[in-house]
Protein backbone atom coordinates (compact mmCIF):
# COMPACT_ATOMS: atom_id res chain seq x y z
CA UNK A 1 0.00 0.00 0.00
CA UNK A 2 1.51 3.14 -0.76
CA UNK A 3 2.14 5.70 1.52
CA UNK A 4 -0.18 8.83 1.84
CA UNK A 5 2.00 12.22 1.42
CA UNK A 6 1.83 13.99 4.90
CA UNK A 7 3.00 17.34 2.46
CA UNK A 8 1.90 19.57 -0.06
CA UNK A 9 2.98 21.87 -2.51
CA UNK A 10 0.90 25.66 -2.63
CA UNK A 11 1.67 27.09 -5.95
CA UNK A 12 1.41 30.90 -4.73
CA UNK A 13 0.95 33.90 -6.81
CA UNK A 14 2.56 37.53 -5.25
CA UNK A 15 1.11 39.56 -6.99
CA UNK A 16 2.81 42.29 -9.13
CA UNK A 17 4.73 43.58 -5.87
CA UNK A 18 3.39 45.39 -3.39
CA UNK A 19 2.91 42.92 -1.01
CA UNK A 20 -0.76 45.00 -0.58
CA UNK A 21 -1.74 43.37 -3.69
CA UNK A 22 -1.53 39.83 -2.32
CA UNK A 23 -4.84 38.22 -1.91
CA UNK A 24 -5.91 37.11 1.04
CA UNK A 25 -5.82 33.60 0.36
CA UNK A 26 -2.59 33.94 -0.56
CA UNK A 27 -1.70 35.99 2.90
CA UNK A 28 -3.13 33.15 4.61
CA UNK A 29 -0.84 30.30 2.53
CA UNK A 30 2.31 31.60 2.79
CA UNK A 31 1.66 32.01 7.06
CA UNK A 32 1.67 28.28 7.16
CA UNK A 33 4.78 27.53 4.76
CA UNK A 34 7.31 25.30 6.11
CA UNK A 35 9.93 26.10 3.05
CA UNK A 36 9.39 29.05 0.73
CA UNK A 37 11.08 28.15 -3.05
CA UNK A 38 10.64 32.31 -4.13
CA UNK A 39 11.55 33.40 -7.26
CA UNK A 40 14.41 36.60 -6.94
CA UNK A 41 12.01 39.86 -7.96
CA UNK A 42 9.69 39.00 -4.86
CA UNK A 43 9.70 42.05 -3.10
CA UNK A 44 11.04 41.56 0.59
CA UNK A 45 7.99 42.74 2.66
CA UNK A 46 6.27 39.79 1.03
CA UNK A 47 8.75 36.98 2.33
CA UNK A 48 8.46 38.96 5.55
CA UNK A 49 4.69 37.29 5.49
CA UNK A 50 5.66 34.03 5.90
CA UNK A 51 6.50 32.39 9.69
CA UNK A 52 9.84 33.46 10.99
CA UNK A 53 10.72 29.70 11.15
CA UNK A 54 10.15 28.93 7.39
CA UNK A 55 13.06 28.37 5.65
CA UNK A 56 13.59 30.40 2.27
CA UNK A 57 15.08 29.12 -0.87
CA UNK A 58 15.74 31.66 -3.62
CA UNK A 59 15.54 30.50 -6.94
CA UNK A 60 16.23 33.35 -8.94
CA UNK A 61 15.61 33.44 -12.94
CA UNK A 62 17.44 36.18 -14.89
CA UNK A 63 17.07 36.35 -18.80
CA UNK A 64 20.04 33.34 -19.62
CA UNK A 65 20.98 32.79 -16.08
CA UNK A 66 19.09 30.53 -13.63
CA UNK A 67 20.03 29.81 -10.54
CA UNK A 68 18.27 26.37 -10.37
CA UNK A 69 17.12 24.66 -13.41
CA UNK A 70 13.25 24.26 -14.25
CA UNK A 71 14.01 20.57 -13.62
CA UNK A 72 15.86 20.40 -10.06
CA UNK A 73 13.02 23.30 -8.80
CA UNK A 74 10.62 20.64 -9.81
CA UNK A 75 12.40 17.81 -8.02
CA UNK A 76 13.02 20.13 -4.66
CA UNK A 77 9.82 20.71 -4.31
CA UNK A 78 8.55 17.07 -4.25
CA UNK A 79 11.39 16.03 -2.32
CA UNK A 80 10.37 18.68 0.18
CA UNK A 81 6.89 17.67 0.31
CA UNK A 82 7.35 13.95 0.49
CA UNK A 83 9.39 14.55 3.59
CA UNK A 84 5.97 15.90 4.96
CA UNK A 85 6.59 20.05 4.47
CA UNK A 86 4.44 22.46 3.04
CA UNK A 87 6.07 23.90 0.82
CA UNK A 88 5.00 27.59 -0.91
CA UNK A 89 6.45 28.01 -4.11
CA UNK A 90 5.99 31.81 -4.45
CA UNK A 91 6.17 33.35 -7.77
CA UNK A 92 5.63 37.19 -9.11
CA UNK A 93 2.20 37.85 -10.65
CA UNK A 94 -0.18 34.81 -11.23
CA UNK A 95 1.63 31.14 -10.70
CA UNK A 96 -0.08 29.74 -14.38
CA UNK A 97 0.74 33.19 -16.51
CA UNK A 98 4.44 32.94 -17.88
CA UNK A 99 5.38 31.32 -14.58
CA UNK A 100 6.25 28.00 -15.40
CA UNK A 101 3.66 26.87 -12.84
CA UNK A 102 2.14 24.07 -15.14
CA UNK A 103 5.29 22.10 -15.08
CA UNK A 104 5.53 22.22 -11.45
CA UNK A 105 2.10 21.04 -11.18
CA UNK A 106 2.55 18.60 -13.48
CA UNK A 107 5.68 17.31 -11.54
CA UNK A 108 3.55 17.52 -7.90
CA UNK A 109 0.68 15.13 -9.27
CA UNK A 110 2.99 12.54 -11.29
CA UNK A 111 4.60 12.11 -7.76
CA UNK A 112 1.55 11.71 -5.78
CA UNK A 113 1.89 14.98 -4.28
CA UNK A 114 -1.11 17.32 -3.21
CA UNK A 115 -1.31 20.85 -4.70
CA UNK A 116 -2.95 24.04 -4.39
CA UNK A 117 -2.92 26.64 -7.14
CA UNK A 118 -3.97 30.18 -5.09
CA UNK A 119 -4.08 32.79 -8.10
CA UNK A 120 -2.18 36.05 -7.96
CA UNK A 121 -2.55 39.63 -9.54
CA UNK A 122 -0.81 39.17 -12.61
CA UNK A 123 1.82 41.90 -13.85
CA UNK A 124 -0.07 43.04 -16.67
CA UNK A 125 -3.25 43.77 -14.28
CA UNK A 126 -1.27 45.21 -11.32
CA UNK A 127 0.74 47.40 -13.14
CA UNK A 128 -1.08 48.83 -15.86
CA UNK A 129 -4.05 49.34 -13.00
CA UNK A 130 -1.19 51.97 -11.03
CA UNK A 131 -0.65 53.71 -14.35
CA UNK A 132 -4.67 54.27 -14.60
CA UNK A 133 -4.17 52.38 -17.58
CA UNK A 134 -7.63 50.38 -18.85
CA UNK A 135 -6.59 47.07 -20.99
CA UNK A 136 -10.17 47.26 -22.28
CA UNK A 137 -12.23 49.95 -23.30
CA UNK A 138 -15.54 50.46 -24.60
CA UNK A 139 -14.40 52.80 -27.33
CA UNK A 140 -10.58 51.33 -27.91
CA UNK A 141 -10.15 47.59 -27.36
CA UNK A 142 -12.31 44.66 -26.80
CA UNK A 143 -9.43 42.17 -26.76
CA UNK A 144 -6.39 41.58 -25.15
CA UNK A 145 -3.60 38.98 -25.87
CA UNK A 146 -0.22 38.57 -23.28
CA UNK A 147 2.93 37.39 -24.72
CA UNK A 148 6.27 36.27 -24.17
CA UNK A 149 9.05 38.78 -25.57
CA UNK A 150 11.39 36.07 -25.21
CA UNK A 151 9.74 33.69 -27.58
CA UNK A 152 12.45 32.09 -29.59
CA UNK A 153 12.29 32.74 -33.72
CA UNK A 154 10.56 35.91 -33.00
CA UNK A 155 11.06 36.61 -36.75
CA UNK A 156 9.25 33.38 -37.46
CA UNK A 157 5.97 34.69 -35.44
CA UNK A 158 3.20 35.45 -37.37
CA UNK A 159 1.32 38.81 -34.66
CA UNK A 160 -0.47 39.65 -37.12
CA UNK A 161 -4.34 40.28 -35.22
CA UNK A 162 -2.37 40.55 -31.99
CA UNK A 163 -2.06 44.39 -32.14
CA UNK A 164 -4.34 47.34 -33.94
CA UNK A 165 -7.67 48.24 -33.79
CA UNK A 166 -9.60 46.85 -30.95
CA UNK A 167 -7.05 45.16 -29.38
CA UNK A 168 -4.48 45.32 -26.84
CA UNK A 169 -0.78 43.07 -26.65
CA UNK A 170 1.11 43.08 -23.81
CA UNK A 171 4.58 42.00 -24.05
CA UNK A 172 6.26 40.19 -20.68
CA UNK A 173 9.68 39.99 -20.72
CA UNK A 174 10.29 42.36 -23.67
CA UNK A 175 12.91 44.52 -22.73
CA UNK A 176 15.73 43.35 -24.40
CA UNK A 177 14.03 42.68 -27.67
CA UNK A 178 11.83 45.24 -27.73
CA UNK A 179 13.35 46.91 -30.76
CA UNK A 180 12.73 43.91 -32.89
CA UNK A 181 9.49 43.32 -31.20
CA UNK A 182 8.32 46.67 -33.06
CA UNK A 183 10.19 45.70 -35.90
CA UNK A 184 8.09 42.81 -36.44
CA UNK A 185 4.61 44.21 -35.64
CA UNK A 186 5.21 46.94 -37.97
CA UNK A 187 6.55 44.30 -40.29
CA UNK A 188 3.24 42.78 -40.21
CA UNK A 189 0.80 45.59 -40.38
CA UNK A 190 0.77 47.20 -37.24
CA UNK A 191 1.20 50.96 -37.41
CA UNK A 192 4.30 52.62 -36.84
CA UNK A 193 2.18 55.68 -34.66
CA UNK A 194 0.50 52.48 -32.46
CA UNK A 195 0.51 54.01 -29.07
CA UNK A 196 2.69 52.18 -26.61
CA UNK A 197 3.57 52.62 -22.81
CA UNK A 198 6.56 50.98 -21.23
CA UNK A 199 5.84 49.67 -17.57
CA UNK A 200 8.88 49.59 -15.75
CA UNK A 201 9.09 47.93 -12.06
CA UNK A 202 5.70 48.33 -11.96
CA UNK A 203 3.85 48.28 -8.39
CA UNK A 204 7.82 48.42 -6.96
CA UNK A 205 9.34 51.76 -5.66
CA UNK A 206 10.64 53.52 -8.41
CA UNK A 207 8.48 52.61 -10.76
CA UNK A 208 7.73 54.41 -14.32
CA UNK A 209 5.12 54.51 -17.04
CA UNK A 210 6.41 56.03 -20.37
CA UNK A 211 4.96 56.13 -23.15
CA UNK A 212 5.78 55.95 -26.95
CA UNK A 213 4.91 55.12 -30.34
CA UNK A 214 5.60 51.42 -31.66
CA UNK A 215 8.02 53.48 -34.40
CA UNK A 216 10.04 54.61 -31.30
CA UNK A 217 10.21 51.96 -29.08
CA UNK A 218 13.46 50.27 -29.18
CA UNK A 219 14.73 54.53 -29.34
CA UNK A 220 12.43 55.03 -25.78
CA UNK A 221 13.42 51.77 -24.12
CA UNK A 222 17.56 52.25 -24.40
CA UNK A 223 17.19 56.59 -23.95
CA UNK A 224 15.14 55.93 -20.83
CA UNK A 225 17.61 52.79 -19.44
CA UNK A 226 14.29 50.67 -19.41
CA UNK A 227 15.40 47.47 -16.70
CA UNK A 228 13.47 44.27 -16.69
CA UNK A 229 10.50 43.79 -14.98
CA UNK A 230 9.38 45.66 -17.57
CA UNK A 231 6.05 45.34 -19.21
CA UNK A 232 4.94 46.71 -23.16
CA UNK A 233 1.70 47.76 -23.43
CA UNK A 234 0.49 48.27 -26.90
CA UNK A 235 -2.71 49.53 -28.76
CA UNK A 236 -4.91 52.57 -28.52
CA UNK A 237 -5.51 52.05 -24.68
CA UNK A 238 -1.84 53.22 -24.12
CA UNK A 239 -2.64 56.29 -24.70
CA UNK A 240 -4.95 56.82 -21.60
CA UNK A 241 -1.76 55.91 -19.13
CA UNK A 242 -0.88 58.30 -17.08
CA UNK A 243 3.20 58.49 -17.92
CA UNK A 244 6.06 60.70 -19.39
CA UNK A 245 6.71 61.13 -22.56
CA UNK A 246 10.36 61.32 -23.26
CA UNK A 247 10.42 62.59 -26.65
CA UNK A 248 7.35 64.66 -26.87
CA UNK A 249 5.61 63.26 -29.90
CA UNK A 250 2.58 62.20 -28.84
CA UNK A 251 0.17 65.56 -28.38
CA UNK A 252 -2.21 63.47 -30.40
CA UNK A 253 -2.41 60.50 -28.37
CA UNK A 254 -2.59 62.84 -25.19
CA UNK A 255 -5.77 64.78 -27.13
CA UNK A 256 -6.92 61.42 -27.58
CA UNK A 257 -6.47 60.12 -24.42
CA UNK A 258 -9.13 62.73 -23.12
CA UNK A 259 -11.68 62.37 -25.52
CA UNK A 260 -11.75 58.95 -24.19
CA UNK A 261 -12.26 59.47 -21.09
CA UNK A 262 -14.97 61.67 -21.46
CA UNK A 263 -16.46 59.10 -23.69
CA UNK A 264 -16.22 61.18 -26.90
CA UNK A 265 -14.41 57.95 -28.81
CA UNK A 266 -16.55 56.00 -30.90
CA UNK A 267 -15.02 53.19 -32.61
CA UNK A 268 -12.87 50.71 -31.93
Same mark, same amino acid.
Given at each position: MTRRCEGRVILLGAGPGDPDL??????? !? #? @?? *???????? #????RVLDLAPEGARRISVAKRRDRHTMPQEEINALLVREALAGRIVVRLKGGDPMIFGRGGEELAACEAAGVPVEVVPGVSAALG? *???????LTHRALASAVTFVAGTCQGLK????? @?? !? @? %? @? $???? =????VATAAAIAEKLMADGVSPDMPVVILERGTHPGARAIRSLLADLG?? =??? !????? %? !? &? &? =?????AGL? $? *?EDLLGRSPGLRAMAQAARIGEVTGA
Open positions: MTVRGVK !A #L @GQ *AQLVVHDG #LIDPC *AAEAGLPEQDWR @GL !A @G %P @G $RTLV =VYMGDV =VAR !AGVMS %P !A &L &L =VIGRVA $R *A
